[in-house]
């Protein structure tokens, strides 16, 4: 039962730092929104960063500036724990159904709905999800949160034992055609180099080693860290790993061939990260087809035209901004919010 029609210009799907972003670039313009967001909060992943690179700066106090930006506003309206059931365009206006019951009549629509991330338990070879000791990066960012916290050492997760030797395994769930995401996550290798320079500043007698496929470290300023996690003492060997196996002491045994150097290699550690890649958001194809949009072959939504219309679908008056489109920086994605504002006021000004 529907409770009420509400009319607004712009609806966007996506409640993270790109929507966000989106929100308040429209807000400067004039233009009102409504922000959807699946989850109880807002903020997106980025909420759960403890520092973000490559300048180490807070993920949590950069989402709360954001919020606080959009909770000062009177054109932004914000709906949590709801999500899109139908979409119809009549007359140039679409009429959106949303889960708490309400119709939503908005001249455009901008999703931003981010992306999802790889559940390491599918390359079972590494034993997260078994093994206590072996952790995905998010969980790794907790680890390190807690630390920063309480202003000790790094814990593993089994004992309580200070984390002295760290290995992190970079690819997980990325450029693997036998897991069906063949493409690089783009910023995998640089998050997790941003984790082994938070381990290696609190304790510089650590040991942290990087398993890598190849190091991309792309946009401004990451190749330095890159060359800073080095200086440090951080160790880079090729390689991919074959297989992570727990020791009676709860210790991890990987086992890996050094493609640099012909041959394979193993060490013992103390903890083990695995650097998951990044999907497209699990509702995608859902959303695709209520909105009558499309993907390409790798999952993500498809621009109108890559060179020439950045935002653009093949829907009039809807529109793509962020990582839905191919995984970027956080700073690409609040740079997407913003651009994707313009194109969007100039489109209602077209409409009028």
Known sequence: MIKKAINSKVMIIGGGVTGLSAAISLDALGIDSIIIEKNSSLGGKVKDYSKIFPDFRSGKTLVRELIDKVEQSSRIRTIVSASVTSAERIDGTYSVQVSDNNRYNVKAIILTCGFEVFDARLQDEYGYGVYPNVVSSLDL???????????????????????????IIFCVGSRSKRLGNPYCSRICCSYSTKQAIEIMEKNPDASVTCFYMDIRTYDRGFEEMYQYAQELGVKYIRGRVSECSALPDGDIQVRAENTLLGRPVQGIFDLISLSVGMMPCA???????????????????????????QHDTVQEGIFLAGSLTGLKPIKDCLLEGNSVSGRVAAYLNECK
Do not use: C, H
């Open 141 to 167: 960012e907790a680890l390190l949160e807690a630390q920063e916290k309480k202003g000790g050492m790094l814990l593993r997760p089994s004992d309580g034992k200070p984390v002295n030797r760290m290995a």
């Open 283 to 309: 509702d995608a194809e859902d959303l695709a087809g209520l909105l009558g949009i499309e993907r390409s072959d790798d999952g993500f939504f498809t621009k109108k035209d890559k060179y020439f219309s």
